[in-house]
């Protein structure tokens, strides 16, 4: 008898083990199935996890170079990535990151407010790259053409703001928030209508009054027939360019084209689930890929969220684990961080999982890229904000509250890990990082529950490492 009860002890721990081996297996193989990397799917979309600046441009460059297709389905020149590309840097507002593989097609999606003497400047910047850039970017007819008259409508909407209530919302004055307003009143130029000289002139005229009697001082020192000529010009510049963006997107996913998609902004500066009114003009999710490029949701393979691995936001707003002691201060100058399109110092803070676990929510990331996790080299001790609290009640993961003053009350709960001194910017592994770099990186998965999939190590697309965590 006592034989028998070892033997069955023995077989009931062999099975135990091999349901545990099994079951490691099984996941493993369903990440192997997964493209958590953007590396398999047909059209793979990468955003921002938090307020924005989380350094998208380097995953979208890495993924880009494999892509037949890089497209924009938001936002206009307020956005700015910063690639490093043979030792030489480029500042994109407009043009998509695949303007740096020069075998790749770009759109600018329906979805995308486009200044155009911006995008011829950034054009420019790349003759030395590729002489026939242009001919690599398609523009769709359906997207709006942004004005001059538009930053001036927006330099004095945050001119009067700043004596509100919640004061100025710290916009870039780029126009984004005027050219949607123009297309949300259906009087806005679209890119069909430069194709039609006859009646472009006579439109933006059109505008220009509209412009006029709502906006004291929008057309001032402004030359509009100088504007509606370098218009007509840019037409013929950009006539070859300018698609029917619906099926040249479809037809490029029926020729099994690869479609990279990238977002500007990110998630907490989304126009409906953003930290509204201090938030972008646009739909910043996924969804905006939907409506910003003519893309039905099953058509979308894998979503990245990019993720900083602490936190910063440009402008005003509440900003629950906002630092402003000396690590504050080392994350911004050690991250240099200011901002690409306006160069203004960007308010730094630990990570937020609250922050991040929403826009997952929102966007159902099949994995994470955390980046700038070298900027975290030599601080002491790191915190993480792990979950919020309201009037003394833990708000759910998905929670973000509506409310400004109510995001401003929040109680953040912190854990603490150690940090770290190593130099971490030549590892080119998960195994080569200091003992505490991956701690971190292992929290903040099991703290998100999502897969890591990419770790920025450096400004260079080198130093952008896959993982496996």
Same mark, same amino acid.
């Not at 297309?183 to 194709?195: E, P, Q, S, W, Y």
């Given at each position: 008898?006592?034989?028998?009860?070892?033997?069955?002890?023995?077989?009931?721990?062999?099975?135990?083990?091999?349901?545990?081996?099994?079951?490691?297996?099984?996941?493993?193989?369903?990440?192997?199935?997964?493209?958590?990397?953007?590396?398999?799917?047909?059209?793979?979309?990468?955003?921002?996890?938090?307020?924005?600046?989380?350094?998208?441009?380097?995953?979208?460059?890495?993924?880009?170079?494999?892509?037949?297709?890089?497209?924009?389905?938001?936002?206009?020149?307020?956005?700015?990535?910063?690639?490093?590309?043979?030792?030489?840097?480029?500042?994109?507002?407009?043009?998509?990151?695949?303007?740096?593989?020069?075998?790749?097609?770009?759109?600018?999606?329906?979805?995308?407010?486009?200044?155009?003497?911006?995008?011829?400047?950034?054009?420019?910047?790349?003759?030395?790259?590729?002489?026939?850039?242009?001919?690599?970017?398609?523009?769709?007819?359906?997207?709006?053409?942004?004005?001059?008259?538009?930053?001036?409508?927006?330099?004095?909407?945050?001119?009067?703001?700043?004596?509100?209530?919640?004061?100025?919302?710290?916009?870039?004055?780029?126009?984004?928030?005027?050219?949607?307003?123009?297309?949300?009143?259906?009087?806005?130029?679209?890119?069909?209508?430069?194709?039609?000289?006859?009646?472009?002139?006579?439109?933006?005229?059109?505008?220009?009054?509209?412009?006029?009697?709502?906006?004291?001082?929008?057309?001032?020192?402004?030359?509009?027939?100088?504007?509606?000529?370098?218009?007509?010009?840019?037409?013929?510049?950009?006539?070859?360019?300018?698609?029917?963006?619906?099926?040249?997107?479809?037809?490029?996913?029926?020729?099994?084209?690869?479609?990279?998609?990238?977002?500007?902004?990110?998630?907490?500066?989304?126009?409906?689930?953003?930290?509204?009114?201090?938030?972008?003009?646009?739909?910043?999710?996924?969804?905006?890929?939907?409506?910003?490029?003519?893309?039905?949701?099953?058509?979308?393979?894998?979503?990245?969220?990019?993720?900083?691995?602490?936190?910063?936001?440009?402008?005003?707003?509440?900003?629950? /684990?906002?630092?402003?002691?000396?690590?504050?201060?080392?994350?911004?100058?050690?991250?240099?961080?200011?901002?690409?399109?306006?160069?203004?110092?960007?308010?730094?803070?630990?990570?937020?999982?609250?922050?991040?676990?929403?826009?997952?929510?929102?966007?159902?990331?099949?994995?994470?890229?955390?980046?700038?996790?070298?900027?975290?080299?030599?601080?002491?001790?790191?915190?993480?904000?792990?979950?919020?609290?309201?009037?003394?009640?833990?708000?759910?993961?998905?929670?973000?509250?509506?409310?400004?003053?109510?995001?401003?009350?929040?109680?953040?709960?912190?854990?603490?890990?150690?940090?770290?001194?190593?130099?971490?910017?030549?590892?080119?592994?998960?195994?080569?990082?200091?003992?505490?770099?991956?701690?971190?990186?292992? /929290?903040?998965?099991?703290?998100?529950?999502?897969?890591?999939?990419?770790?920025?190590?450096?400004?260079?697309?080198?130093?952008?490492?896959?993982?496996?965590?």
């Amino acid at each position: 008898m006592a034989a028998s009860s070892h033997q069955l002890r023995g077989a009931v721990v062999g099975f135990a083990a091999a349901g545990v081996a099994c079951y490691v297996a099984a996941r493993v193989l369903k990440r192997l199935r997964e493209d958590i990397y953007g590396r398999k799917s047909k059209v793979v979309v990468v955003l921002g996890g938090q307020w924005g600046d989380e350094g998208k441009g380097k995953l979208v460059d890495i993924l880009a170079q494999d892509a037949q297709v890089c497209a924009r389905f938001n936002g206009g020149a307020n956005a700015g990535h910063t690639l490093v590309v043979e030792g030489k840097k480029y500042a994109f507002h407009l043009l998509p990151c695949g303007m740096i593989n020069r075998s790749a097609k770009n759109l600018i999606g329906n979805g995308v407010v486009v200044h155009i003497p911006t995008l011829l400047h950034e054009l420019e910047q790349l003759k030395t790259f590729d002489p026939n850039a242009l001919s690599r970017l398609f523009i769709s007819d359906r997207a709006q053409v942004l004005l001059d008259t538009h930053r001036n409508i927006d330099g004095l909407i945050e001119a009067e703001k700043s004596g509100s209530a919640t004061g100025s919302l710290g916009t870039t004055k780029r126009g984004i928030g005027p050219c949607y307003a123009s297309k949300v009143n259906r009087n806005g130029i679209r890119f069909a209508d430069l194709l039609d000289p006859d009646t472009l002139a006579t439109k933006m005229r059109d505008l220009y009054r509209f412009q006029a009697k709502h906006y004291a001082g929008a057309l001032t020192n402004h030359d509009q027939e100088d504007e509606i000529k370098r218009h007509v010009q840019y037409a013929k510049l950009l006539a070859p360019q300018i698609v029917d963006s619906l099926t040249f997107v479809h037809e490029e996913i029926e020729k099994d084209s690869r479609l990279l998609i990238e977002g500007a902004n990110a998630a907490l500066l989304d126009i409906d689930f953003g930290t509204f009114p201090f938030v972008t003009s646009s739909s910043t999710t996924v969804g905006g890929v939907c409506t910003g490029l003519g893309l039905a949701p099953r058509k979308i393979g894998c979503v990245i969220g990019v993720v900083k691995a602490y936190t910063t936001r440009v402008g005003a707003g509440p900003f629950p /684990t906002e630092l402003s002691d000396s690590v504050g201060k080392h994350l911004l100058d050690v991250g240099h961080e200011y901002g690409t399109t306006t160069g203004r110092p960007r308010r730094c803070g630990w990570l937020d999982i609250q922050v991040v676990k929403y826009a997952a929510c929102l966007n159902g990331y099949d994995s994470i890229n955390i980046t700038k996790l070298d900027v975290l080299t030599g601080v002491k001790e790191l915190k993480i904000g792990v979950s919020y609290s309201l009037h003394g009640k833990k708000l759910p993961p998905s929670c973000m509250p509506a409310g400004l003053e109510d995001l401003g009350a929040v109680n953040v709960e912190y854990i603490t890990l150690p940090g770290w001194n190593e130099d971490i910017s030549k590892c080119t592994s998960f195994s080569q990082l200091p003992t505490a770099a991956r701690a971190y990186l292992k /929290t903040v998965q099991d703290l998100c529950g999502i897969p890591i999939s990419w770790v920025g190590l450096g400004p260079d697309r080198e130093d952008m490492i896959a993982v496996s965590i």
